[in-house]
């Protein structure tokens, strides 16, 4: 036989029963040999093949108790072998356990040949009720302990030819410690398989969410590296080039400097360009693949639900904006989305871009519950969203305005507004 684990307890236990069987079978011979009894030999032989068939199924590694179809020897201390384990647990059909009940029914039968030429072989009821728990379901283990404690006692009344309490209260006692001890075991087993488990889904998430930081620290400092680069080597550079352009159209045709002008503002052109090359392959994953207004439509086709309708639309001519504000626009979008699907209880939304010449605008309205902005300031909600503060920050730092119009049971509307300078072309015209 085999037990659910390979643990210290768990093999110190069935050691224990190995020698609780042997010592029994050794004291059922003994007795029949030193008592003269009429079939001592018969008792001796029965005896020896007892143990005989009981030691060749736990050195041939009799299945383990049915519902964990776990062989001795096989890596149930690991989380595979668990997993299969748990597996085996709720499949019909079980593999071994008819080796295990063919084993055990030739025990019970040579344990009843052995009850019937000697009542002391009784007290071998006790192990069996554990071997019969163990490798049997819990529908047939119960009813076989039943029935193996009925044999015991029925021997005894037979073979002493009297009734005494004795006789009953100890095969069913001891039936009634193993039926408890054995489904204690089970529920003890189960509770550490669930937190076994649990404790495998708390590392899988503690990696997932590690990950998840890697990402936003990785997405975030895209960002602020695109920003910086943006405002500081891309305006020095553009300033440089205009300056540049704006020297060699002074200078006469035939100017020492002028073609050493010229080169430099080249220079500069060229640099200015690899730098805008570089802020692009720095923007948010979103804006990689199209312009702020194909992301701005994939995002409302992705909040888009059963309970919510959004919709898009541009007004305006579309200009090439610089990355630090597709990425403010587009955040901006984000968060008052998030928004409105978790607090709002909107059934309809619109976002619209609108382009005016000097400033862009982005408009987020929804029909929903709509609260008072008058009322003490938003603050994070800790679910991922910007917050109307951190949003008012983001448009601040661009130049840039914040409105929110709402009132309770009427909606939200909210406006970002960010100026747009004319192009470099138009400043040095």
Known sequence: MDSRSHTPVTAALRLCLHALLTGLLALVAVRAVGEGAPHAGAVVALTLVTAGVYGAGALAGTPGPAGTGVRAGTGARTAAGARVASVRQRASVRPGTRS??????????????????????????????????????????????????????????????????????????????????????????RESERRRELIVELVATRAELAEAERTAGTLAERERLAREIH???????????????????????????????????EAA???????????????????????????????????????????FAVSGTPVELPTPYEVALLRTAQSALANTVRHAGAGRAEITLSFMGTAVALDVVDDGRGFDPSGAPVAERGDGGFGLPAMRSRAATLGGTLSVESAPGQGTALAVTLPVAAPAEERAA
């Open 269 to 311: 052109q060229a640099n200015l360009a690899e730098a805008r090359s570089f802020v692009r392959a720095l923007t948010p994953p979103d804006l990689e693949h199209g312009s702020l207004a194909a992301a701005l439509e994939r995002l409302c086709a992705r909040t888009t639900g059963p309970d919510l309708t959004v919709r």
């Open 231 to 265: 405002d500081t080597l891309a305006q020095g550079l553009s300033s440089i080039q205009l300056l540049l352009r704006a020297a060699e159209r002074t200078l006469p045709e035939d100017a020492p400097a002028a073609a050493h002008v010229r080169a430099a503002r």
């Open 100 to 189: 295990a009940a063919l084993w055990l029914a030739a025990l019970s039968a040579l344990w009843l040949a052995l009850l019937v030429l000697s009542p002391d072989a009784l007290w071998v009821a006790f192990p069996l009720y554990f071997l019969q728990l163990h490798l049997l379901p819990t529908r047939w283990g119960v009813p076989a302990v039943v029935v193996t404690a009925a044999a015991a006692i029925t021997s005894f009344v037979v073979h002493r030819q009297e009734i005494a309490p004795g006789a009953f209260i100890g095969p069913l006692l001891g039936a009634a410690v193993a039926i408890a001890t054995v489904l204690g075991y089970d529920a003890l087993f």
